[in-house]
Nanobody, 125 residues
């Protein structure tokens, strides 16, 4: 079992930055690939970014590439999402998730086993 708690969301103007954190419980954090997903009102949950168990590989949705950076600190059981050049269309609830099964880091929500409660990010124009 892994419990995930996100933090760092808030209200920011377009062009600004936020850094989301996701703290995981347990001593096996490094055995999970980690992902960030988001869901805007009236829309389906979508993939944002993912990072492999070692942190050596990262994956991004086209809509956030070159603006967002995912990273992890296995010693601190934490994954981060640095979000720069934010746009109003980035407004959503952001969720972190842990993938325990499968050797390949997934970009599909269905492959993730554990989810946090979400943190709201609002970007004003």
């Amino acid at each position: 079992q892994v419990q995930l708690v996100e933090s760092g969301g808030g209200l920011v103007q377009a062009g600004g930055s936020l850094r989301l954190s996701c703290a995981a419980s347990g001593r096996t954090f490094s055995s999970y690939a980690m992902g960030w997903f988001r869901q805007a009102p009236g829309k389906e949950r979508e993939f944002v970014a993912a990072i492999s168990r070692s942190g050596g590989s990262t994956y991004y949705a086209d809509s956030v590439k070159d603006r967002f950076t995912i990273s992890r600190d296995n010693a601190k059981n934490t994954v981060y999402l640095q979000m720069n050049s934010l746009k109003p269309e980035d407004t959503a609830v952001y969720y972190c998730a842990a993938q325990g099964t499968g050797w390949r880091t997934s970009t599909y929500a269905a492959d993730y086993d554990y989810w946090g409660q979400g943190t709201q990010v609002t970007v004003s124009s």
